[in-house]
């Protein structure tokens, strides 16, 4: 653990500024430190070092702890099969190897990818998750066409960059709670079914013994529809850059 690397987070417990609940069940949990992230990898042309493979609490990816020739540590996400002593460098010149950083028009078609960027250089922002990984279908003048895990193809300038290989701790999605007590350390606070609610707190709440929701459709606590209703936006800038949705 590099203590220059970690920044403390102020807890707001699912609370607005004004401190009203915003997001529900949340409040309680262990204390986290923040570990700051490079999801730009801007040490462009300089190589570095594994020095040590870490748990970060506050996501489901392992992260590497890199050490440069300049001496300056910073931490990335680790993608599967990567290990202590392993070579890792970023910019347009680097190899396509495992940890490697590149745009896109340098990586080859089928490769598995991870960490891409949607706007040339802001850093990574999509296919940040546990095992996850994208892929490169095509290439036409200055955009590719990715597959992302959720299988949208999306088109991404060729500018843009991205880590190769698959991310770390595949196994994430089968690991069990095994006890109350493993989602208060996360910070989640037990949930209370509508129909159980009065109603005042709920669409659902109210009425003489266990009569139901009493309505045609499932609600929010706020009184939108809760099943089957799309919530994405019917006409949004980034349509033009979606060539399948995922469903």
């Given at each position: 653990?590099?203590?220059?690397?970690?920044?403390?987070?102020?807890?707001?417990?699912?609370?607005?500024?004004?401190?009203?609940?915003?997001?529900?069940?949340?409040?309680?949990?262990?204390?986290?430190?923040?570990?700051?992230?490079?999801?730009?990898?801007?040490?462009?042309?300089?190589?570095?070092?594994?020095?040590?493979?870490?748990?970060?609490?506050?996501?489901?990816?392992?992260?590497?702890?890199?050490?440069?020739?300049?001496?300056?540590?910073?931490?990335?996400?680790?993608?599967?099969?990567?290990?202590?002593?392993d070579k890792v460098e970023s910019g347009p010149e680097a190899e396509v190897r495992l940890g490697n950083t590149l745009p896109l028009a340098n990586i080859p078609i089928g490769t598995p990818i991870h960490n891409v960027e949607l706007t040339p250089g802001k850093g990574g922002q999509i296919v940040r998750g546990?095992?996850?990984?994208?892929?490169?279908?095509?290439?036409?003048?200055?955009?590719?066409?990715?597959?992302?895990?959720?299988?949208?193809?999306?088109?991404?300038?060729?500018?843009?960059?991205?880590?190769?290989?698959?991310?770390?701790?595949?196994?994430?999605?089968?690991?069990?709670?095994?006890?109350?007590?493993?989602?208060?350390?996360?910070?989640?606070?037990?949930?209370?079914?509508?129909?159980?609610?009065?109603?005042?707190?709920?669409?659902?709440?109210?009425?003489?013994?266990?009569?139901?929701?009493?309505?045609?459709?499932?609600?929010?606590?706020?009184?939108?529809?809760?099943?089957?209703?799309?919530?994405?936006?019917?006409?949004?800038?980034?349509?033009k850059l979606i060539v399948k949705r995922r469903k």
């Open positions: 653990m590099n203590k220059r690397l970690l920044k403390m987070i102020g807890r707001k417990s699912g609370r607005d500024s004004q401190g009203r609940v915003s997001v529900r069940h949340r409040g309680g949990g262990s204390k986290r430190y923040l570990r700051i992230i490079d999801f730009t990898r801007g040490k462009v042309g300089v190589e570095g070092r594994v020095e040590a493979i870490e748990y970060d609490p506050n996501r489901n990816v392992k992260i590497a702890l890199i050490v440069y020739r300049d001496g300056e540590r910073r931490y990335i996400l680790a993608p599967e099969g990567l290990k202590v002593g546990a095992g996850t990984l994208a892929t490169i279908l095509s290439k036409e003048g200055d955009w590719a066409q990715v597959k992302l895990p959720s299988g949208e193809i999306r088109l991404i300038s060729t500018a843009c960059q991205a880590t190769i290989g698959q991310l770390s701790n595949v196994g994430q999605k089968l690991k069990k709670l095994r006890k109350a007590g493993d989602t208060r350390h996360r910070g989640i606070r037990p949930t209370v079914r509508g129909v159980a609610q009065n109603p005042h707190s709920h669409p659902h709440g109210g009425g003489e013994g266990r009569s139901g929701i009493g309505m045609p459709g499932a609600k929010t606590p706020w009184g939108k529809p809760a099943l089957g209703k799309k919530t994405r936006k019917r006409v949004k800038y980034s349509d």
